[in-house]
């Protein structure tokens, strides 16, 4: 089992940033590939940023590319999301999710189904 911890969510102003955490606990972190989904209410949970188990790819919805960073601490056992130039569509709850992945293909790390350990959720409110 891995038990996954999101904190850092809040209300923020269109344009601003905010930065996400999960902690990870449980089996061994480095052996996951780590992500973070979104969902907004009515609406399906969505792919938002995949990192590698070593921390050497990263993967990126086209709705946030250039604007969020996912990075990792293996040391920590955390998972980060820095989320800039935030926009009102960004609102959502989002999730930490973890899965023994270890493909270079992009689409892989899209489904949920590809994650067996998620996050209780932070919520995320970006106000115009």
């Known amino acids: 089992q891995v038990q996954l911890v999101e904190s850092g969510g809040g209300l923020v102003q269109a344009g601003g940033s905010l930065s996400l955490s999960c902690a990870a606990s449980?089996?061994?972190?480095?052996?996951?590939?780590m992500a973070w989904f979104r969902q907004a209410p009515g609406k399906e949970r969505e792919f938002v940023a995949a990192?590698?188990?070593?921390?050497?790819?990263?993967y990126y919805a086209d709705s946030v590319k250039g604007r969020f960073t996912i990075s990792r601490d293996n040391a920590k056992n955390t998972v980060y999301l820095q989320m800039n130039r935030l926009k009102p569509e960004d609102t959502a709850v989002y999730y930490c999710?973890?899965?023994?992945?270890?493909?270079?293909?992009?689409?892989?790390?899209?489904?949920?189904?590809?994650?067996?350990?998620w996050g209780q959720g932070t919520p995320v409110t970006v106000s115009s």
């Open positions: 449980g089996r061994t972190f480095s052996n996951y590939a």
């Open positions: 990192i590698s188990w070593s921390g050497g790819s990263t």
């Open positions: 999710a973890a899965g023994r992945l270890y493909s270079g293909y992009s689409g892989d790390y899209y489904p949920t189904h590809r994650y067996a350990y």
